[in-house]
């Protein structure tokens, strides 16, 4: 039995010996991936033509151009400031129509204020200040990770019940310009 034994163990060892594997070398291969940050914004300017000033625009909203805004980050904060791009004889930082001359000098007549409406595509509510100053909007629905959104912007004019009585403008053109800013936090 011990010879049976001895010549067990002889076998299995030089059968591991001629089976096994010896290390030469252990190490890892590092892999490294990154998505680089993509951020879009695009503005369409949908009115083209001359407002008509008259008192059937009181209370009227007009949509005057279309957003589009995208990023890959879902941890950047982005919003979207509208200013007055000129300023008039209400103040700085109102919204409002100045009366220019054909060369575009202000002629003093008074300035016919508006307001900035933003609406966003899935229509959660209106972003404006009822008081004809500048509209600042986070932008961005977060979709898995990334956001998107897609918006729309009109100037809206004072009802008559606010005061709004074009007899007290006087005739001739008008100019007013936004200035559309989009900040990353």
Do not use: H, W
């Not at 001359?101 to 202000?106: L, V």
């Not at 959660?124 to 509209?135: A, C, K, T």
């Not at 932008?139 to 959104?149: D, K």
């Amino acid at each position: 039995m011990r010879k049976f034994l001895f010549i067990t163990l002889l076998f299995v060892s030089i059968t591991s010996l001629l089976f096994s594997e010896r290390s030469l070398f252990v190490g890892t291969i590092p892999l490294n991936g990154r998505i680089p940050l993509q951020e879009s914004f695009s503005l369409d300017v949908t009115f083209q033509d001359s407002f008509l000033l008259n008192q059937n625009i009181a209370g009227g909203r007009y949509q005057i151009a279309t957003y589009e805004f995208f990023s890959n980050s879902p941890d950047i904060i982005y919003q979207m400031k509208l200013s007055p791009g000129i300023n008039t004889r209400l103040g700085e930082g109102i919204f409002a129509f100045r009366n220019v001359t054909e060369g575009g000098i202000d002629t003093g007549g008074n300035p016919i204020p508006f307001r900035l409406v933003v609406r966003d595509s899935l229509d959660l509510g209106d972003i404006s200040n009822d008081e004809f100053r500048s509209v600042a909007k986070n932008i961005g629905i977060l979709i898995g990770s990334r956001y998107q959104e897609n918006g729309t912007i009109f100037v809206a004019f004072p009802t008559m019940s606010e005061g709004f009585d074009i007899t007290e403008f006087s005739s001739g053109s008008y100019i007013a310009s936004i200035f559309v800013e989009v900040l990353a936090d």
